[in-house]
């Protein structure tokens, strides 16, 4: 049995994102390159990774190829840059299932995962402590960012546990490029 992964925001083929993501690449050919290579580093073909949202910002038949040379059985959680390519009836046969930007999860080790492109606040699972909310979209934009942490803070105090959720974004230190576990992302390690 595999291991499950998470990861959102890979924007393959945006020029942009390399700036304001602070990406150490120099351009979209070194990015997309490099954001394979690490992929394939950390996933086997017996693994399930989860992609919530923002895949690309290219083409369908470029996304595609880009896709194909992913390992694992991959899984879509669109995002709000993703419905063209939702429309290509070929690029969705490449993930197990696609989800339009949300999909409560039970992941193998029994876990209840709430994954979304964007933060829900209110999410599933959030008054109990045992559900975690992952999500990407805000990439490390400070505001959005700081304002997350501070609801978070103030919410704990109120429900006297930890809320569980974390941004998933390629670009968050965290991550280190690639896809993670749930353990790497919730411990760090």
């Avoid at 299932?97 to 492109?117: F, M, P, Q, R, W």
């Avoid at 805000?138 to 700081?146: F, G, I, Q, S, Y």
């Avoid at 809320?163 to 670009?171: A, D, L, Q, S």
């Amino acid at each position: 049995m595999g291991k499950e992964f998470y990861i959102s925001d890979l924007h393959f083929s945006h020029a942009n994102a390399i700036n304001f993501d602070n990406r150490p690449w120099k351009d979209i050919n070194e990015m997309n390159e490099a954001i394979i290579r690490i992929w394939n580093e950390r996933v086997t073909d017996e693994d399930d990774v989860w992609i919530l949202g923002d895949i690309s910002w290219t083409n369908p038949y470029e996304t595609r190829c880009l896709i194909a040379r992913l390992r694992g059985k991959k899984h879509w959680v669109t995002g709000n840059h993703d419905y063209k390519l939702l429309k290509n009836e070929e690029l969705c046969r490449q993930f197990v299932d696609v989800y339009e930007c949300y999909h409560k999860h039970i992941d193998k080790a029994g876990n209840t995962v709430i994954l979304s492109h964007f933060p829900i606040f209110m999410f599933d699972g959030v008054y109990h402590g045992h559900t975690v909310h992952l999500y990407g979209h805000v990439h490390t934009n400070p505001h959005d960012c700081d304002m997350i942490e501070k609801w978070k803070k103030e919410y704990e105090s109120v429900v006297g546990h930890e809320v569980k959720m974390y941004n998933v974004g390629i670009m968050c230190p965290a991550m280190e490029w690639g896809p993670k576990t749930l353990n790497e992302i919730i411990g760090g390690k």
